[in-house]
């Protein structure tokens, strides 16, 4: 029997959703490049980057390959042999402000299927089923509120860099141009 988790996630944004959206692409870009740069064994293989129009939406689909093996723990590489080699396919159908991503494994088969389904939408949470979900899957779902800009983050993981609330140019077009959704 497959076991079916619907979590839900609210983010409050300190920004609009245009300034998220640049901030996306920059740091997506970014922490590309980052891993490209590391040269450790690790990458991300780009297998497809192109306009798709399936009817509902277009957008851009992506497919990538994620070397991911050598970041988990070594004691699980000994447990598990072959986990060295871990690759995850990424397929991403982005549509801006909707997006759906599917991870999937070959080392795993049918057992690991992730899917998550982002809409972007200028609230502060409030729609109540801005998936569409059925009644079972309603009673199923769990729903977390995360504000970003009040996140108590570890002193040792903050980079004033990435800090939304600081008016980074990543962020906005004219510092300290945020504004609540």
């Known amino acids: 029997?497959?076991?079916?988790?619907?979590?839900?996630?609210?983010?409050?944004?300190?920004?609009?959703?245009?300034?998220?959206?640049?901030?996306?692409?920059?740091?997506?870009?970014?922490?590309?490049?980052?891993?490209?740069?590391?040269?450790?064994?690790?990458?991300?293989e780009v297998l497809k980057n192109e306009?798709?129009?399936?009817g509902k939406t277009s957008g851009v689909f992506t497919h990538k390959m994620l070397h991911i093996g050598s970041r988990l723990p070594s004691w699980l590489q000994v447990v598990i042999p072959g986990l060295d080699k871990l690759k995850l396919s990424e397929q991403s159908w982005n549509a801006y402000p909707y997006q759906r991503t599917v991870y999937r494994s070959d080392y795993f088969g049918?057992?690991?299927?992730?899917?998550?389904?982002?809409?972007?939408?200028?609230d502060r949470g409030?729609?109540?089923?801005?998936?569409?979900?059925?009644?079972?899957?309603?009673?199923?779902?769990?729903?977390?509120?995360?504000?970003?800009?009040?996140?108590?983050?570890?002193?040792?993981?903050?980079?004033?860099?990435?800090?939304p609330t600081l008016g980074n140019q990543a962020f906005t077009a004219i510092p300290n141009a945020r504004s609540n959704i």
């Open 110 to 122: 049918d057992r690991f299927h992730q899917e998550i389904t982002t809409i972007h939408a200028a």
């Open 1 to 44: 029997e497959r076991m079916v988790l619907i979590k839900e996630y609210r983010l409050l944004l300190p920004f609009t959703l245009e300034q998220y959206k640049r901030a996306q692409l920059y740091m997506t870009a970014r922490a590309s490049e980052e891993e490209s740069l590391k040269g450790n064994g690790e990458s991300v």
């Open 126 to 163: 409030t729609q109540d089923n801005i998936h569409g979900l059925s009644e079972e899957e309603l009673r199923m779902r769990e729903v977390e509120y995360i504000d970003i800009a009040q996140n108590d983050l570890d002193p040792s993981r903050y980079s004033a860099e990435h800090d």
């Open 51 to 54: 306009p798709y129009d399936d």
